[in-house]
């Protein structure tokens, strides 16, 4: 895994940031939409409120990966990386159960190239 270079771990850890930003632009943006997508919750006030918390943590995990990108920071890169995987294998699991196993089987595998990346990121 760590037969790549240094460069091409970080290129993929600012790929894992930019998805970070997305998902968490979507969730601020667009609170309902996102938790009938991924969650299958109905709007409601509570939808509104808690889904761009998401978003929040999403970008800010985003934020800290740009930055530590911009350092040059590769395996401090992989360590956030490695620190969200936790957050995502229970979306993926919350996934999984409100939508089923194509959606939530297609979030786990990304879990797994994430955490791939992230163990690249480490080992570099």
Known sequence: MTSLQASTWRTLGLS???????????????????????????????VGRLVPLLGVRDLAIAAALFALARQGKGPEMGTVILAGTILCVWDAVAIWQAKGPKLGGTIAAGVVVVTGIGIGLVRS
């Open 16 to 46: 894992v940031a930019a998805s970070y930003a997305v998902l968490g632009a979507l969730d601020i943006l667009l609170p309902y939409r996102a938790g009938y997508e991924f969650f299958g919750l109905p709007p409601s006030d509570a």
